[in-house]
């Protein structure tokens, strides 16, 4: 895995829903699968599933919303 972070070019992308949204992304190992989070400061995580052989677009298995923004 280590091999896929340190190429001279993007491998893999995702399109985020939190376009214009300040993010903070993660990786994980997970039952030997490579994850990228996602948290936007809208309250949003995603979460992708990154191929490792084939890059490309990351597939999103899942999304939560982490709290709400919204003004009472």
Do not use: P, W
């Not at 491998?11 to 490579?34: D, R, W």
């Not at 990228?36 to 890059?55: I, K, M, P, Q």
């Amino acid at each position: 895995t280590t091999e896929v972070l340190t190429q001279d070019r993007a491998f893999a992308s995702v399109h985020s829903q939190s376009a214009g949204t300040k993010t903070t992304i993660a990786m994980n190992i997970f039952n030997k699968t490579l994850k990228l989070f996602v948290a936007g400061y809208d309250g949003v995580l995603s979460v992708y599933e990154v191929n490792t052989n084939e890059g490309g677009e990351c597939k999103q298995i899942s999304q939560h919303l982490l709290f709400n923004m919204t003004q009472n």
